[in-house]
C-alpha cells in the first residue's frame, strides 16, 4: 500500500508522534510505502512530498511541532483538491491518505473523501472541541503549560499584592481555562461558553482580599466575553464559524479589574507557548495509538473515518460525525470549578 500522511492547522504537541507511529506501523508492520506531504494540504496540490523511512522519523517522539511542517488552505484551492481528487490519488499512486488535524482539517478531509479519495482523519488540537472524541492529544500538554504559568504568576502576584488575569487559548470551547483554571487554583475562570458577569467576578476577588489574601488570578479563554452591559462593550469581528471573536480580553479585563478594585493588574496572554515544545507523556501514547489505528484502518478499507477516543478504547467514527458540532463545556463541569475558587 501506498500511504500518504499530512498535518494541516495550527501545529500541536503529539503530531510527530502520529507521524512516527504511522511508519511504524506501516512500514514495518504492513511493508507498506509511506510519503509525507509537506505543509498539509499545499503540499498535496503543489506535489511536495518525500519518503518517510525508519530514519526520517527517528528521534521524532519528543519534538513538539511537525516534521512535516503545517498550513490552512483556502477554500478555493480546496475546492480544486476536490474536482480532481480521484486523478490526484491515481497520479500520485495513494492507496490512502491520513490527514492529522482540527475541525478545518477534518472538514477538508470529509469533503476530499466525498469526493472519492480515500481517507482516514486523525484529530489533534489544544483546544480538545472535537465532539467525537473524548480527547485530543495536545490538550494535556498545553494545560499542563497553563497550570505551570498560573503556579509561577501566583508567586509574583503574592509578593506584589497583585491581581493576575492570565489569557489561555480557547476561541470557541474553554476546556484549557477550566482545567488549567482548577489544576492551578484560579480564583476566577472566564469561558466562550458563559458570558460572565464583571460585577460578580470583583465581589468574589475583593471577598478574597477582604478575608486577608494578597493576591488573585483570573483564568480566561481567549474567547470569553463580558455578559451585555457587565463591561464597557468592544464589539468583536466575525470569524469564519460566524462567531464574534474578542481581542484582547485578558488586557481588557485586567484594566478594568484594577479600575474597579483598586489593585494593580496584571494582563499575562499565554499564546502560542502552550502550542510549542515537548508532548506530555499522555499526548505521546494517544498520538501514537491514533498513528497504529489510521493505518489499520486504511487497511480495512474503512475511509471516511476519523479514529477516536472513547473511553480507554481507540474507535473509528465517521468523519461527518466528527465535525457536526464543537464540543464545549457543559454548566456542570463549570459548576464543579466555582466550588474550589
Ligand atoms: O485551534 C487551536 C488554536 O490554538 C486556538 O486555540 C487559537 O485561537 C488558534 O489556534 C491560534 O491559531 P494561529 O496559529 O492562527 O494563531
Same mark, same amino acid.
Given at each position: ?68 511542517? %503545517? @498550513? ?6 480546496? /475546492?480544486? *483538491?476536490?474536482?480532481? !481528487?480521484? $486523478?490526484?490519488?491515481?497520479? =500520485? ?37 472535537? %465532539? @467525537? ?6 490538550? /494535556?500538554? *498545553?494545560?499542563?503549560? !497553563?497550570? $505551570?504559568?498560573?503556579?509561577? =504568576? ?188
Amino acid at each position: 500500500m501506498r500511504i500518504g500522511v499530512l498535518t494541516a492547522g495550527g501545529d500541536c504537541p503529539g503530531l510527530n508522534a502520529v507521524i512516527r507511529s504511522v511508519v511504524h506501523r506501516a512500514v514495518v508492520g504492513h511493508g507498506d510505502e509511506v510519503i509525507g506531504f509537506e505543509d498539509g494540504f499545499k503540499g498535496l496540490l503543489e506535489r511536495r512530498y518525500r519518503k518517510l523511512d525508519l530514519d526520517a522519523v527517528s528521534g521524532i517522539l519528543s519534538r513538539g511541532g511537525t516534521i512535516l511542517g %503545517s @498550513a490552512r488552505l483556502e477554500r478555493g484551492r480546496l /475546492d480544486e *483538491a476536490c474536482d480532481h !481528487a480521484e $486523478e490526484l490519488c491515481g497520479e =500520485l499512486g495513494l492507496d490512502a491518505l491520513l490527514p492529522i488535524g482540527g475541525e478545518g482539517t477534518l472538514t477538508a478531509a470529509r469533503m476530499l473523501s466525498d469526493a472519492g479519495m480515500p481517507v482516514v482523519g486523525v484529530p489533534k488540537t489544544i483546544d480538545n472541541d472535537i %465532539s @467525537a472524541t473524548d480527547r485530543t492529544f495536545g490538550f /494535556d500538554t *498545553a494545560v499542563g503549560v !497553563a497550570t $505551570e504559568a498560573l503556579d509561577r =504568576l501566583k508567586t509574583t502576584a503574592e509578593s506584589h499584592q497583585r491581581i493576575m488575569v492570565v489569557e489561555v487559548m480557547g476561541r470557541h470551547a474553554g476546556w484549557i481555562a477550566l482545567e488549567s483554571g482548577m489544576a492551578g487554583g484560579a480564583h476566577g475562570i472566564c469561558l466562550p461558553e458563559r458570558p460572565f458577569q464583571l460585577d460578580k467576578l470583583c465581589e468574589m476577588i475583593e471577598e478574597r482580599f477582604s478575608r486577608g489574601k494578597k493576591f488573585a488570578v483570573v483564568c480566561v479563554a481567549e474567547g470569553a466575553h463580558p455578559a451585555e452591559g457587565s463591561m464597557p462593550y468592544e464589539k468583536g469581528r466575525i470569524d469564519q464559524y460566524g462567531h464574534e471573536r474578542f481581542t484582547g480580553i485578558g488586557n481588557r479585563l485586567a484594566a478594568e479589574l484594577e479600575r474597579r478594585i483598586g489593585k494593580e493588574a496584571r494582563p499575562v496572554i499565554l499564546g502560542h507557548v502552550q502550542r510549542g515544545g515537548t508532548p506530555t507523556a499522555f499526548d505521546r501514547v494517544l498520538a501514537t495509538r491514533f498513528g497504529w489505528h489510521a493505518v489499520e484502518a486504511a487497511h480495512r478499507r474503512e475511509f471516511g473515518m476519523m479514529t477516536a477516543l472513547r473511553g480507554n478504547d481507540i474507535r473509528l467514527v465517521p468523519l461527518a460525525e466528527a465535525v457536526s458540532e464543537l464540543k464545549t463545556v457543559p454548566e456542570h463541569r463549570m459548576r464543579e470549578a466555582e466550588s474550589v475558587y
